[in-house]
């Protein structure tokens, strides 16, 4: 699987340990090394997207609960905003694979 952000492709059985121990989500056990990100679109009345990235563009995107369409764009990401999937679309999937 790639990372929506980077393009990284990472192995979902291989977990890595999150390399920025200064952060709040920062534990010492492996975890995935792609996390899912909810994005909240400019305009309000548009549709929430679901992004999957790796720890260091997690990092980079600072996320507090979500991620604002804004703030997807300002890394400047391989998959815009428009071209990932709809959160609506993504909910009760166990596996995001068909999207990514
Ligand atoms: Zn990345």
New binding site residues.
């Given amino acids: 699987m790639k ?1 929506c ?4 492709e990472k192995d979902m059985s291989v977990l890595e340990t999150y390399p920025f121990p200064e952060d709040e989500i920062f534990c010492n056990e492996p975890i995935q090394p792609l996390l899912n990100l909810e994005c909240q679109p400019k305009d309000k009345s548009g549709e929430w997207k679901l992004t999957i ?2 720890h ?2 997690f990092k980079k995107l600072d996320p507090d609960m979500w991620i604002s369409e804004n703030c997807w764009i300002g890394i400047n990401p391989i998959i815009t905003f428009d071209k990932l999937p709809s959160l609506k679309a993504t909910i009760g999937c166990t596996s995001l694979n068909i999207f990514f």
């Fill in positions: 990372c952000g980077c393009g990284a990235v790796c260091e563009c």
